[in-house]
């Protein structure tokens, strides 16, 4: 297997508005042909890093290289980058082929080549047959293709995505993620989307970094991020989480055991835990990893196989259902006012009857399924 090649690196890059720190020395290398995705809150520092890249803003510190090269003052439209901004900025006067080819006409593209290529693009999206249209004639998917054909006609080394689907309705946001990760397979240019969508980056990137407050969290795989967060605010960002505070008071090679005042019973995992004894320390607990058991006639707590007598259960009543189609979910209030939500995968059309309002229930889940966080 061919060892990766480092395409795009910031080297201790941070970026300054008067007082406010946008980006604070970020780090970050991103391999060639990567679907990349910079993701978190609005204000993080995500679209500055981005429009850094691009050439829009200039580091106040630091150094940004492509190809081992720093670009720092080479002037946007000298970059091998191209962008696809959130509003499309496709050209209403002109037809889709010429807004296509503009980037190749303003750089002197002779006219056989050029519709060569705009060809080829709009083959690529899907769009064959729609050169002669005008922009107000298309649907708001068919538009944004005509933006990823428009930055894919130059040949990029780079494609830089800005929030490019948040125009688009629900459905065909997600139908738009699918043909974008199959295009960036097909093309094999490096692609950086901006989103603060986690739903958007973990389906789509090959990778993810998660900024807050203009720093880097965290740098992974989309399942590592969602199943290995290193910090209570990645693992609270990503998806939906329970968050429960305890200490250490069992740490094994093979086991440990956390107590937390939020439950009534420790919560036992299957491996051990670095941190001193009574180490103050977070767990995550995902809706989708714990499971509902009736609670009726003075039924016993249930017992996973892989978890302790007494441990990785809790007694509660279901307050809250929201039915979500493929699954629901469900806030179950434990004994002490705590509000605990658990998912469960509609199989059924009867699924969803099975656990109903204000029902005793118990929660139960495995020694594996906790994430612990120390920070």
């Known amino acids: 297997m061919s060892e990766k090649k480092t395409i795009i690196r910031f080297e201790n890059v941070t970026k300054r508005f008067g007082k406010m720190v946008a980006v604070d020395n970020v780090s970050l290398s991103i391999d060639e042909g990567e679907f990349f995705a910079l993701l ?44 696809v901004f959130q509003s499309y900025a496709v050209f209403p006067h002109m037809t889709v082929a010429d807004n296509v080819g503009y980037g190749l006409k303003v750089d002197g593209v002779g006219a056989a080549e050029r519709a060569q290529r705009v060809e080829e693009a709009l083959a690529l999206v899907k769009l064959d047959g729609f050169g002669a249209r005008k922009p107000d004639q298309m649907s708001g998917g068919q538009r944004q293709r005509v933006a990823l054909a428009r930055a894919l006609v130059k040949r990029p080394r780079v494609l830089l995505l800005d929030e490019p689907l948040s125009a688009l309705d629900a459905k065909l946001r997600e139908a738009m993620r699918t043909e ?104 995550a607990l995902r809706p989708e990893k714990i499971e509902l058991h009736k609670r009726v006639n003075g ?9 302790r007598p007494g441990t990785n259960v809790a007694a509660g009543i279901i307050r809250q259902i929201s039915y979500l189609g493929s699954e629901s979910v469900y806030e179950v209030e434990l004994d002490n006012g705590r509000r605990v939500k658990a998912l469960r995968t509609n199989l059924t059309r009867q699924d969803q009857e099975d656990f109903t309002w204000d029902e005793p229930v118990w929660l139960a889940w495995h020694a594996c399924s906790p994430a612990v966080l120390l920070s």
């Open 180 to 283: 974008l990760a199959i295009l960036q397979e097909k093309v094999g240019i490096t692609f950086l989307i901006v989103t603060h969508d986690q739903d958007e980056a973990l389906a789509m990137a090959t990778r993810c970094a998660v900024m807050n407050r203009g720093l880097l969290q965290q740098v992974a795989t989309p399942s590592d991020l969602y199943e290995y967060p290193n910090s209570r605010f990645v693992a609270d960002f990503i998806g939906s989480v329970n968050l429960f505070e305890g200490k250490l008071s069992v740490d094994e090679p093979d086991h440990a055991v956390i107590d937390s005042p939020e439950l009534p019973a420790p919560i036992f995992l299957d491996h051990g835990v670095t941190g001193a004894h009574q180490t103050n320390l977070w767990v």
């Open 40 to 83: 978190g809150p609005s204000g993080c520092g995500k679209t500055t890093l981005l429009r850094m890249l691009a050439g829009f803003e200039t580091p106040t510190e630091g150094r940004i290289l492509i190809d081992g090269q720093d670009i720092s003052k080479i002037p946007p439209n000298k970059r091998p980058v191209n962008m």
């Open 299 to 307: 039924a016993e707590a249930p017992l996973l196989e892989d978890a």
